[in-house]
């Protein structure tokens, strides 16, 4: 086959190999999202896939030979009869990854990471320790529940650390973690993180599978608008109606004004989801247990969720799942906690 244009991104790649292509020498594919791609057979051979996803990629019998995979991510790659002569995998994730009859003569793999990889012989290697996670939250906290439900469904080890709002979160070493005083915060070795959405982001860098964030640039926006207005529009909106159930005084055109801003987010979720199962794509993403973790709440402060009839169906299926049910507030917890919560709210006015 003629040998057309250097590849130098994912999608061209894709299409290319698509279209019948096999031979990609000196691609220029650093940093490249080839996540699950199906590859089999491909030449890339002194190609730069530095720092590349292609985990759970398909690259049997692939020509890897001289090509820079530094970094990358090879986590559960099927990279069996692969020719991987003088690749260099430093620093390479190869957990999971299958090298069944691989070339890995003169590959380069310093701190490669090889745990539960099946080695060229087929030999498996020893499961790496898994570090444990710490999350800081509260049974009560929607904030923290995203995070916990997003660990659940990634089925992610981690060790759940309660505070209690009543004054845990200014305790100086709590403040040494978490500077504004707040929850969620996850811990992982050495660095801490603040801010749910962050926190999410972070997980889904470091535990890619099952994904919760989908490819399709749409969807991705979709999700990420979802995450937005729930935290933006939603929450703020639904602070008065907190008030109101807590016991506080609460002005008729304040509470008139946040339940048009709610239903307005409603009907806006409602077109996002339109006929599909979940919010942002057709699998469950962070929109889905950013929104989901939040629309349960609704009722219980008085806003009922039967004008959204699409709405409501997705949110009964969400809160079936079993790391919903696990993360489920107590409402005698909630009962027990109103006054502190009363407290809390009334010095915020
Ligand atoms: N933007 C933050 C909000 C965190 C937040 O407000 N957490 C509340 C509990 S839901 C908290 O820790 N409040 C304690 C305080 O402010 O003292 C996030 O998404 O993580």
């Known amino acids: 086959m003629e040998k057309r244009d250097r590849v130098n991104s994912a999608p061209d790649l894709l299409h290319r190999y698509a279209s019948g292509e096999r031979i990609f020498e000196e691609a220029r594919l650093s940093g490249a999202d080839l996540h699950r791609a199906i590859l089999h ?15 759970r990629a398909d690259l049997r019998g692939a020509d890897l030979s001289w090509a820079d995979l530094s970094g990358a991510d090879l986590r559960g790659t099927d990279l069996r009869g692969a020719i991987l002569t003088r690749a260099d995998l430093s620093g390479a994730n190869l957990t999971r990854a299958n090298l069944y009859k691989a070339d890995l003569s003169l590959a380069t793999l310093t701190d490669a990471r090889l745990s539960e990889t099946v080695m060229p012989d087929g030999a498996l290697k020893a499961a790496a320790p898994k ?37 845990d979160q200014f305790e100086p070493e709590f403040l040494e973690i978490s500077p504004f005083n707040r929850i969620p915060v996850l811990v992982d070795g050495d660095f801490n993180i603040i801010e ?7 997980l889904e860098a470091r535990y890619p599978l099952p994904s919760l964030l989908p490819l399709e640039p749409k969807a991705i926006a979709r999700v990420r608008m979802a995450e937005m207005v729930t935290i933006n529009e939603l929450l703020p909106a639904t602070m008065p109606f907190l008030e109101g159930v807590v016991g506080l005084d609460v002005d008729e055109k304040r509470l008139q004004k946040a339940r048009k801003r709610i239903e307005t987010v409603l009907t806006q979720f409602q077109t996002w989801l339109g006929d599909r199962p979940f919010l942002g794509s057709d699998r469950l993403s962070l929109s889905d247990i950013v929104a989901g973790t939040t629309l349960p709440a609704l009722p219980m402060l008085g806003i009922p969720l039967d004008n959204y009839p699409k709405l409501n169906d997705w949110m009964e299926r969400l809160i079936q799942r079993p790391s919903w049910q696990q993360t489920q507030p107590d409402p005698q917890i909630f009962e027990a906690a109103k006054k502190g919560i009363r407290d809390r709210l009334s010095k915020m006015r």
């Open 131 to 167: 570090e444990t996670l710490q999350l800081y939250h509260t049974p009560l906290s929607v904030n923290s529940r995203r995070v916990w439900v997003a660990l659940l469904e990634k089925d992610i080890p981690f060790e759940l650390i309660s505070l209690s709002l009543d004054g």
């Open 196 to 202: 749910s959405i962050a926190i999410l982001d972070y």
């Open 41 to 55: 057979g491909i030449d890339l051979s002194e190609g730069i896939l530095s720092e590349a996803n292609l985990s």
